[in-house]
């Protein structure tokens, strides 16, 4: 095992606690609320935990809510001789909005790996491509929906009808949607949550062979760690949408802004793993609350062994 593979169950847990937190939330219209909640539970257990962390990949400037921000140290063990080393990509709360009106998706969720290793991605855009072990080395974001669609019919050995593509409801998708619709493949519209999209469009049993499209590139970093895990496809390109925020993301990545990164790109170490834990019904079941238990369903997904463990874990309430 490597230095964040043994600190694995302490990452499963800081997702629990922020699953917890922010489920009471659910359906109460408030989403700032909720991620508040998630942040802060997510922050106390991280204080208990024998690293030296740091936040690689934080909320960013979307969300109006205290943030895990970039920069930010966590652990029992910052600055300690010989402490391990592990930078955190992290979304305490995904689909604040799907949280605040009780919708399917929204999870806690993050990656860790060894110091330098997560790609400190900008708070802007990427365009994103995720497919199954079967479509690597078939798809790229280089070749276009159309092309990609025809790929997955020849290796999947089906028609169009049958290729299976997920998206994110956007206006600005018009286009992708137009292309993906001319070639007969079906089309599921997601209203947030591109991580749980990315990786049911990885795993072989997934309800999806692909997903398209432009969301966050923080989630991408994130979605990328847990496809190394799975042995996907995941590809990315930055978009921006000031020339701010290109100089930005220049400070943060360099000057090839165009690059197209690919999973190995945006997570360099196979000692990495990706740990989320339901809090709406979903990719993952949501936290259930009773009058003596809580309980919650969480996902484990280690890189360097290429495993995907799913548990259900019962507390006292």
């Known amino acids: 095992m490597g230095i964040t ?3 694995a169950h302490h990452f499963v847990e800081a997702v629990d606690q922020a699953a917890i937190a922010s489920a009471a939330w659910r359906g109460k219209g408030d989403k700032n609320a909720a991620d508040d909640a998630a942040v802060e539970a997510m922050r106390r257990t991280f204080d208990h935990v024998p690293f030296d962390g740091r936040v690689a990949i934080g909320e960013g400037e979307r969300d109006d809510a205290p943030m895990l921000y970039i920069g930010e140290e966590l ?7 010989g402490a391990p080393k592990i930078d955190i990509a992290v979304d305490p709360l995904e689909c ?6 009780d919708q399917p998706n929204s999870i806690a969720v993050l990656a860790a790996a060894p110091r330098g290793t997560l790609l400190h991605a900008p708070d802007c855009y990427m365009n994103k491509l995720a497919a199954g072990p079967a479509l690597a080395g078939h798809v790229s974001l280089e070749g276009g929906a ?3 669609i025809e790929q997955a019919m020849h290796v999947l050995d089906c028609e169009a009808k049958d290729v299976r593509i997920v998206a994110l409801d956007r206006e ?5 949607f137009k292309e993906i619709s001319e070639t007969g493949a ?5 209203g947030d949550g591109d991580v749980a999209g990315a990786i049911w469009a990885a795993k072989d049993d997934g ?3 692909m997903l398209m499209g432009v969301g966050a590139a923080p989630e991408g970093v994130i979605s990328a760690t847990a496809i190394r895990g799975i042995g996907g496809v995941f590809e990315g390109r930055l978009v921006f949408r000031s020339a701010q925020e290109e100089a930005r993301a220049e400070t943060m990545v360099g000057d090839d802004l165009g690059r197209l990164w690919q999973a190995t790109d945006l997570c360099q170490s196979e000692d990495a793993v990706f740990a989320a834990s339901g809090v709406c019904d979903g990719y993952l079941p949501g936290v259930k609350i009773g009058a003596d238990h809580t309980t919650t369903f969480n996902e484990l997904i280690d890189v360097s062994a290429k495993t995907v463990a799913r548990n259900e874990r019962r507390r006292p309430a």
């Open 186 to 190: 079906q089309l599921e519209l997601l």
């Open 75 to 81: 652990g029992s063990m910052v600055g300690a001789e």
């Open 172 to 176: 600005r998708h018009h286009q992708l």
């Open 146 to 148: 159309v092309y990609n």
């Open 5 to 7: 593979t043994d600190l």
């Open 207 to 209: 309800p999806f062979d």
């Open 96 to 101: 604040t909005n799907n949280c605040a009106d």
